[in-house]
T-cell receptor, first 115, second 114 residues
Framework: GAGVSQSPSNKVTEKGKDVELRCDPISGHTALYWYRQSLGQGLEFLIYFQGNSAPDKSGLPSDRFSAERTGGSVSTLTIQRTQQEDSAVYLC?????????????FGPGTRLTVL | AQSVTQPDIHITVSEGASLELRCNYSYGATPYLFWYVQSPGQGLQLLLKYFSGDTLVQGIKGFEAEFKRSQSSFNLRKPSVHWSDAAEYFCAVGKIQGAQKLVFGQGTRLTINP
């Protein structure tokens, strides 16, 4: 079956512009995660959605970052007023449900470059 | 706080040689442990996981890992590496219950000499 997909695969933007990154999770997966992979910080958790519950935003680095998940499926990560330190690969993952012996499946990522 | 340490940033082995990648974790509860592999330009692929039970777990591509609670370690092993194993390997820890917000190690880059 189809895995997690992300778009675009690459995004180049100018400092100060807003960007939107999209994630399509595996069908039927109720949990969705965003992570960021950067040279300086490694892989770090950003935000977590579980069903219709309020998202866990504890990993978002600043209020310029936000995310939503519409209809319990597709998610969009938005970065406003991008800065050069936002350059990274943004990975999305989905999981069939919260808790229990089940793992996250990762998408290929979106490489964001802020000039 | 939770943390994962992968002491080796870069390892080079010859094709056919054995491999061991080290992972140590700090976690306040029973951990859920993972090894992921990332090839250039690709996302993360799960190699194996430890949830409970037998502390020696088998994964895909001939990899195995052993959970040692007394040493807070979850080292990854393979008896004979192939050129296609060249990639970056990440150890991660998460909660068993609730949200599985993974904490990753810094990764180990594996190079294979022909």
């Amino acid at each position: 079956g189809a895995g997690v997909s992300q778009s675009p695969s690459n995004k180049v933007t100018e400092k100060g512009k807003d960007v939107e990154l999209r994630c399509d999770p595996i069908s039927g997966h109720t949990a969705l995660y965003w992570y960021r992979q950067s040279l300086g910080q490694g892989l770090e958790f950003l935000i977590y959605f579980q069903g219709n519950s309020a998202p866990d935003k504890s990993g978002l680095p600043s209020d310029r970052f936000s995310a939503e998940r519409t209809g319990g499926s597709v998610s969009t990560l938005t970065i406003q007023r991008t800065q050069q330190e936002d350059s990274a690969v943004y990975l999305c993952a989905s999981r069939i449900r919260q808790g229990g012996d089940n793992e996250q499946f990762f998408g290929p990522g979106t490489r964001l470059t802020v000039l | 706080a939770q943390s994962v340490t992968q002491p080796d940033i870069h390892i080079t082995v010859s094709e056919g040689a054995s491999l061991e990648l080290r992972c140590n974790y700090s976690y306040g509860a029973t951990p859920y442990l993972f090894w992921y592999v990332q090839s250039p330009g690709q996302g993360l692929q799960l190699l194996l996981k430890y949830f409970s039970g037998d502390t020696l777990v088998q994964g895909i591509k001939g990899f195995e890992a052993e959970f040692k609670r007394s040493q807070s370690s979850f080292n990854l092993r393979k008896p004979s590496v192939h050129w296609s194993d060249a990639a970056e390997y990440f150890c991660a820890v998460g909660k068993i219950q609730g949200a599985q917000k993974l904490v990753f190690g810094q990764g180990t880059r594996l190079t294979i000499n022909p």
